[in-house]
């Protein structure tokens, strides 16, 4: 007989964060993947020890925004500074059924712009420490990735 949790996502941004003291709380290393290529990397290119070439290593803590991740970013890739410019996040964390990697579309946000999804945390998604972080890089003149839950066909 197979449970079924019953926690939606809502309950789960809900839930009211505890605040971190970052001066008393040491910050965590971030494994962060980039890519231009209009996709997140598969989880498959994580396998076996395996990590794709483009890696940021990051020292933030579980509260991070994604805006303040996207500005960290900035700061290493200029190109990706440009206003429009769409940052895609994803989640890549160890699937314990399969033996590999899952990747979980968390947010983006876009530069030079106020979005709903600036605001929301590492935390409020789940992240474990261990876990990597995936993102897309779109410059403003190409259109954003698309989401995969809302595919055309």
């Known amino acids: 007989m197979a449970l079924e949790s019953r926690i939606t996502q809502e309950e789960i941004k809900k839930e009211p964060e505890k605040p971190i003291d970052r001066e008393k709380t040491c910050p965590l290393l971030l494994r962060v993947f980039t890519t231009?290529?209009?996709r997140h990397h598969r989880g498959d290119e994580f396998a076996r020890g395996n990590v794709p070439a483009s890696e940021l290593q990051i020292y933030t803590w579980m509260d991070a925004t994604l805006k303040e991740l996207t500005s960290l970013v900035k700061e290493v890739y200029p190109e990706a500074r440009k206003k429009g410019t769409h940052f895609s996040f994803?989640?890549?964390?160890?699937?314990?059924?399969?033996?590999?990697?899952?990747?979980?579309?968390?947010g983006s946000t876009v530069s030079g712009r106020k979005g709903a999804e600036d605001l929301m945390s590492l935390q409020s998604q789940r992240?474990?420490?261990?876990?990597?972080?995936?993102?897309?890089?779109?410059?403003?003149?190409?259109?954003?990735?698309m989401n995969p839950r809302m595919r055309p066909f």
């Open 36 to 38: 231009n290529s209009g």
């Open 90 to 106: 994803a989640i890549v964390y160890p699937d314990q059924m399969r033996l590999g990697y899952r990747v979980k579309d968390v």
């Open 127 to 145: 992240f474990q420490i261990g876990d990597y972080l995936d993102i897309v890089i779109t410059p403003p003149n190409r259109p954003p990735p």
